[in-house]
Structure formats: C-alpha cells, structure tokens
C-alpha cells in the first residue's frame, strides 16, 4: 500500500495550534510523530494562536502556507469542537500541501488558495494512537495521521472521502457612496491591525473617483495617509500600509495600534475619497 | 569506551525547561547540545513551565514521556537551587528513556511511572563545559551530559552511582463520608483546572454506593455533572470531565476555568455521591 | 560559483527574532529556509526579545553566540527600520560565524567578540524572494540569504562590500570616587537584571581599595552583599551575583528583581566600597 502514497520525504511536517507554550501539549504531539516518523523534519509555524480561535489560526495558515516546500504537510489544530461531532480531516491540495485538521474552518482560507484536490475523515484505527481521549485529538488523531501520511501512507486509506468540507469567510468590504468599509481581522503580535481591504478591492474603489485623494480611518480616529513601510511615519505616531499579508494594515511605529486606538478584529474601518485632492 | 554506551541516535532529546522564551537561555543550550553532537534530532516540550515550579514541570513530564521515542533523553530544566548542594544528576529507566536534570523531584513523577534503573550524579569535568557558572548549569552541566549520552557515553563516565534520588508527591485524594475531596494540582494554558483525582480513585469511591448520581464541586462554585468532552457543555458553562491526562479536570466550555472559579493550585475539589439518582 | 563558498553543511542556522509567539511570521520565515536549503538544521535561540529592541536583542546574541558550532549563521531579525534606508547585511566572522541581520548594531557586540572578517550588503536579487514587502524582510530578505549562505554560496555573490557596519555601546561603568556608577541593561524573563558591571571592571575599581568591603545598591535600596549563586540568599530575598553573562546581576531568589524594585533598562546600580571592613 505504501508505494500508492506521495513520497513527502523531504519536506516537513509544519505544525500550527492553539496549545500555546505553558504546557507539555505541542511537546506529546511532537513526541508521537518522533516515534511514528523519527526522519520527518518538524516546524513550529506557531502555537499561539488566541486560544479557541479559528479565524486568527486560519489566517495564520493562509498567510504562510505558500512559503513552504510543495509538498509540507501542515498539522493544524485549532479545536474548540473536540470530542464532538465535528470531524477530523486530512486534505491534499491541487498545489501538493496536504492539510490535517479539524473540520471546523480551519485551513478552508489556505484551501481555498491551493486547491481542494480530495479530502478523507481520519477514521482508520490503525493511523490513530491505540487510545483516543476526548480533550485531546491533536496528540491521538492528527499528529499519528500526519506521521502517517508523511511516511508515504495513501490519503484513501485514512478514511472515507467527504464530498464537501468546512468553509470559513473573512468577509469582503462594501462600498457606501465615497467610503470603502472594511474591518480589522487579526491582530498580531505587535497590535498591528490587519484588515480584510486587499490592494484590488482599494484599486477597484478608487478606479472611480480619478485624480481623489485616500484617507483611511479607524474608528473615530483622525485620518491617516497611506505609505510605504512602518518607517515612513515618526516614532509613535500612526499610519496605514500594505503589510505583509497584502491587505490594508494600521500601524503605530514601533507601539500597537491595538492599544493606540483601542482596537481589535471586528473594528470597523473606513477608506474614504476626497475629491480634488491628489494622493501624493 | 563508547561501546559500552547505548546507541540512541535515531531519538531526539528533548527539553524541557522553566527559561521562557524572551532570552536566549535555551538557545545556548541548543547550541551546546549541536557543537558536541550536531547530529541529535531536538524537541522542545516546553519552556514555559511557571518560574520554579518543580511540581508543573514534574507534572508536564509525567505526562508527555510516554508518547517520545523509548531512547529519548530528556533534558530537564526547572533549577531554583542551582549553583547550591543540589546534585546535577542522570538517570536511566527500565523503560528505556533517560533522564538528565537537577535532583530536586523534577523527574520523580516520569521515572515512577518508567522505572528507576540507575541513577548517577554529573560530576565529570570532561562532560562539563570547561568554565561552569553558578547560575546556569543547563547550558555548563546539563545540556552538555544530554548531549553526550546520546552520542552513547556510558551513563557510569559520568559520575558515580546515587542510591537514591529526590522524590515527589501530587498527594492523593482522601474519602470522607459520601465526598472524595482532592484539589487541583495543575493549571493548564487553557485554564483548565486538573485534579489529583484519577478514574480508579474516582471508580473505587464509587463503587461503594451502588447507583448514586456523582458531581463534582470547586470551592463553592455549584455542583458539576461529569461529562464526556468539553464540547459536551454550552459555551462559557463549567463542566468537569477525564482530560488527556486521565485525570478530573474542570474546564470552561472555550474560556478558563482557572478565572472562573478564581482557582489554582492547590483548591480543593469535592466529588459527593448523592444517595438514589441515578447518574446519567 | 558554489565552490568559492565555505561548507556550511553541519552547522545549524540560528534564529533571533523579535517576531514573538503569536503570530505566523518566524513559521513564514522556516518555511523559506526549508525551501531553499532542507537539510539546513534551524535552531530557535529566540523570538521572545522585547519588540524593536535592538540593545535587548544584542546582547542575546553576544551572550549566545559562542556556545554554538563555529560555522553557525546567525539569522538575526529585531528591524524597527524595516522598508526604509536601513541597509540589510551579511557578516563574516574571524572565529567563523556569519551574522545575516539588519544593519542597525543588532549584531554589532557579538561580532565585537567573532572579529569582523567581510560583510556585504544584501543587494543581490537572485538571494531575495522575488517579491519583496516594504514590512517584512525577515521572510523576504534575510532568511532566503541565510539559507543560500548555508548552501555554500559566498558571501561576495551576494552584494557589494561595506567598509563598516552600525556600532552599539551598551556603556561602560564610571569610578566616581568610593563608588563604580553603573546600570541595568538587561533585564531577563525570570525578573533579573544584569548590569553593564564585568568582573574586570570591578576588580580594577575594588583593587583601589585593599581589604575594603564591597556592597550593591539599586536605586534607593538597601546594600546587598555580592554571593556565588541565587540559592545563597533566603527565598524572597534580593542578591548581587555574577550571573551566566559574567556581569553583576541584581535578582531576588524565587522571585522578579524587576518587580522587587521596580527597575528597568538604565535603572542606575552603585557598587560601593566601605573601608576597613573585610568582604566575606
């Protein structure tokens, strides 16, 4: 059977969860697949995903999925449902990642940019540890399944295929008038706000008021001009930018714009055109 | 005198430690540990056991030996007498692991489980960095002796034979009546508050009241139900259940249980039997 | 062209960065590396250094870099400069280490200690991604250059030479009569706080006052006699010791020295002599 699988030997096994860094969770889970697949290269992408929270984990694997080697198997777990109906899944892409997660919306957001090619329910006995808890699947489910497959098992031997998987919307922004209304979706760790507004979606909105000048604004917060880098405001002062996730991003150099506006995901944010005024 | 050793060069070391992750403490002892044996596979457990507490890291260890590599050696770090009397030592279990850590009860609660073979102390200079300080020994004593063991250094060049190592006790739970009473022992990331009350503890106390509904109370909080996954519960509602440690634990349904309840370690949790309900 | 480069094949590249826990970026970062060099071993010193704290960050890496094999690469990344004139860079050192780092004194003290051989700046496109963002450079920039050093390519392939590189002085203490005036630099994640005192510089100043004993105060505090080890002090008890850095560190057995005193970066530190009395 082994020789219908993918041989994934050289690239690694990425792991991204919840657990954070306080207990021996992140520890087991990597003590399994050593045990399983002593060869398999192990990454940490990271393990402090906000407790519970699937969009922020999803927005993690979206932006960093397409900097690995083609072929990594990213083991997710971000997993609020364990121990409930929600399934636990394996996915490979069109663009050769293979995905082991909770159903739940998870890696839906990365998916959807590398292509769903076919998608299992881990139920196979002998791919999971001899004892399944019911608070802990990372370490019982998908670390065993990822070794697995790693080692060359084929997907279609984990489990039956779904015909459809979990889908997660980080929602688009809409246009009202001379405004394009967007909101903060992830916050990271050094309170940059990052927004759902992509450069096409400002491009589109501002293709139809030629020659205006682009003001962002957070909340009630004064407006602020678009620029290059973090470096192009003073220090502690705000600004807006296209940051490494290619989406509209508030900043404060070198502070949080988390603490600066009191902001967090759901924060509405505002572009908006003057007319007349050059952007530049 | 390499042939006497044991060969464990497809395990990892693994680590585990109390140094956080904003200094570069564990990153010296990874480059000790990649100069003396540049081929050793290393695993972080975690370096985020509480400043000092031996028993969360006893704990952490206790419940993640298991799921490693029977070779593994196990680099253990949490050290409030370091550079005192405490010995720098290393030990070898029936089960196979090792263990190398200061003797002070950080490693009682794994070897318990995986059998006390023999244990040395770590007095040879040559297994030593050349200058040792009197505040860092994981970097001048212990990553070295790990490193060196899995190169397959006999555990007696190390030091002479202990006949004895430090122990440690998480207490038992105690019957009073129709209450089995123990109490938290440790707080996870999450939150969760988990119990010294283990499911034989739990089915031995019950065995004497045949049919009688059992809940579970912290402090003064009200009575629990025993449920099978946090999933089971509403969101933000207490639930007690058996976690991936085996143990009673109290959970919130996707908050902490440890602010809910103003708990840690050492509240004292109280299992009652209530005569003639059925329980479930 | 490969051949002109030193074999780094055994040795590890290390990692510091600012980028913390929560977020995707250093996972972004290892997945460029295992893209373009797999079989590089990667070794986390830390991504914990408090943001855009370049000093903090510098000494990490003085602290660190000598306990890891002699050829490591050293990707350093704490980049408040990031997308502005700021050049990136990449060091060789006489003791063999190369540094791949922003050119802001991040790496200035380690290599202070390393001997500086060469460094170019990171000009060249084909060691870039060919996309890079005016925030994140660390992915873009400093990890593709880190992995193709370690592939063996040499360093001149990869920019123009620099004739100097950006210096940092963590300051050196003053002799102000009976007193050594000097302060914290450093202040780690246990609560300690490591001066800018070396055991030189104290024995220069005390060798000026035979027989005179010695005591340490910080701030308004009460004097604290100099011990070898934190356990010499009762627990809950501040104490001077010199600490893993080989300088003063000020620290409170079992508990933060930063929270006992309310001290920080540049909190002043006094080593006073009293004459007549012996220390010890």
């Known amino acids: 059977m082994r020789r219908a699988g993918t041989n994934r030997r050289r690239a690694p096994i990425a792991i991204l969860t919840d657990f954070g860094y306080r207990d021996h969770y992140v520890g087991a889970m990597k003590g399994v697949i050593a045990t399983i697949a002593p060869q398999a290269p192990v990454i940490d992408i990271t393990h402090g995903i906000p407790a519970q929270s699937i969009i922020a984990g999803a927005i993690a694997l979206r932006e960093c999925w397409r900097y690995f080697p083609a072929e990594t198997i990213f083991l997710s777990v971000v997993d609020p ?63 065993p399944a990822a070794a697995h497959l790693w ?7 984990m489990g039956p295929r779904l015909r459809t998987i979990e889908r997660l919307s980080i929602g688009e922004p809409v246009v009202r008038g001379r405004r394009l209304v967007g909101m903060v979706i992830y916050v990271d760790g050094f309170g940059n706000l990052v927004t759902n507004i992509g ?10 008021f030629p020659g205006a000048r682009v003001s962002v604004r957070i909340g009630r917060g004064a407006p602020l001009r678009i620029v290059n880098a973090y470096g192009d405001a003073p220090i502690g002062t705000p600004l807006a930018t296209f940051g490494s996730f290619e989406l509209l991003e508030i900043a404060v150099r070198e502070a949080s714009a988390a603490q600066f506006f009191k902001a967090s995901e759901g924060t509405p944010i505002t572009v908006t055109v003057n007319p007349g005024l050059r952007n530049g």
Chains 1, 2, 3 share one sequence.
């Open 81 to 143: 449902g364990v121990g409930t109906a929600r399934l636990p899944i394996a996915v490979e892409t069109l663009a050769g990642a293979c995905f082991v997660a909770p159903d739940n919306g998870l890696v839906w957001l990365a998916i959807e940019q590398a292509g769903l090619k076919r998608a299992v329910e881990l139920r196979a006995q002998r791919y999971r540890l001899p004892k399944v808890s019911s608070t802990f699947h990372g370490r019982d489910i998908f670390a």
């Open 151 to 157: 080692r060359g098992e084929p997907l279609d031997a």
């Open 199 to 208: 450069r096409e979606a400002l491009a589109r909105f501002t293709s139809g």
